[in-house]
């Protein structure tokens, strides 16, 4: 332990040696960094991104198991999503058209469709509440991604330049009552977000979600079958059943 | 999961639903004991329980245009339950 605390130390101070400021507070240029991506990604009317994707699950032994996923996501505001994971756990394409939302696996070839609110943000909270679906990357796309992401972080820091996948970046630390995330922003007049890790801090073995955006498309090409889902050959259409009570 | 009403961090979605597979079971990652515990189970399950696997020796059925996986004598449709395909017991078509 007490090796640990040796080597936290020295991390503090490697931290202040590159001009972090304190890490006990909440840094207003940390903050201020962070709105300014989030700003600009919600003035984006188009864009598409593919992702790299890491999941921590721990075992009941404590052994954690790391899963991994892409996705590429493409979205048209005010009322076009879609997005593509393909992994570990799962495959499974979100289509949502301004009229309804689509899930279908193809490996199982199954699809479900229902009618959703006409706007992405709608959508979202629809998906969301009712159905307790969650599209990917909902909250690049929400225009109030600074407050979802600010709820409840009590500090934050600037950790200093990194370069991400070859671009150099700011790099962000926040924490929040039970989870600690970092986020690295693209440094320059398109501070698009690069890497996000969630870090669950009171959940045994404290396991990492980590995202690395491996390519940003500001100007990308959409057609309609972008967008709206046609069912493949031997595709089954299947329901939504509730959730069972947890 | 705490993440999840908190409503965490963008691109956060991306992993969400695993979050919540992981959720259904967190004793293993891939709900493999309750898949077990499904085929395990001696007598017919109830109608409307649902698995995230079918157990083995299921054989497709189609009746009235709907696909059946009939398993011994349990019928079972899929579905998806939020993000997560599963298989509901369903009373015999």
């Known amino acids: 332990m007490a090796h640990r605390d040796r080597g936290s130390c020295r991390a503090d101070l490697r931290l202040a040696a590159r001009g972090a400021g304190s890490t006990d507070r909440l840094d207003p240029q940390a903050t201020r960094l962070l709105k300014a991506s989030t700003d600009f990604l919600a003035s984006q009317k188009r864009f598409s991104a593919e992702t790299r994707n890491s999941l921590e699950v721990v075992l009941t032994s404590g052994q954690k198991i790391q899963f991994d996923h892409v996705a590429r996501l493409s979205v048209q505001r005010p009322d076009k999503l879609r997005a593509d994971r393909v992994g570990d756990l799962v495959e499974q394409a979100f289509y949502f058209d301004g009229k309804s939302l689509t899930i279908f696996n193809p490996r199982e070839k199954y699809y479900a469709t229902v009618a959703a609110p006409d706007t992405l943000e709608a959508m979202l909270d629809f998906a969301r509440t009712t159905l307790d679906i969650v599209a990917p990357a909902g909250d690049l796309i929400y225009s109030n991604a600074y407050d979802i992401l600010m709820t409840d972080v009590t500090q934050g820091f600037v950790v200093g330049k990194t370069v991400v996948e070859g671009v150099l970046c700011d790099h962000l630390a926040f924490r929040a009552p039970h989870v600690d995330w970092q986020i690295w922003l693209q440094e320059g007049k398109e501070p698009l977000p690069r890497k996000l890790v969630i870090t669950t801090r009171d959940q045994a073995g404290a396991p990492q979600f980590s995202v690395v955006i491996t390519k940003w498309n500001l100007r990308p090409t959409f057609t309609p079958l972008t967008f709206s889902f046609r069912a493949p050959s031997g595709a089954k259409l299947v329901e939504f059943v509730p959730l069972a009570t947890r | ?93």
């Open chain 2, 1 to 93: 999961m705490n993440i999840k009403t908190m409503r965490r961090p963008i691109v956060l979605a991306v992993c969400l639903p695993l979050l919540l597979l992981a959720e259904v079971s967190p004793d293993t990652p891939l709900g493999i004991a309750l898949v077990r515990e499904a085929s395990a189970i001696v007598g017919v399950p109830a109608i409307g329980s649902v698995v995230p696997a079918l157990p083995a020796g299921c054989v497709a059925e189609a009746k009235g245009g709907t696909e059946y996986q009939r398993c011994g004598s349990v019928y079972y449709r899929a579905a998806f339950q939020g993000n997560n395909l599963v298989y509901a017991v369903v009373p015999q078509p």
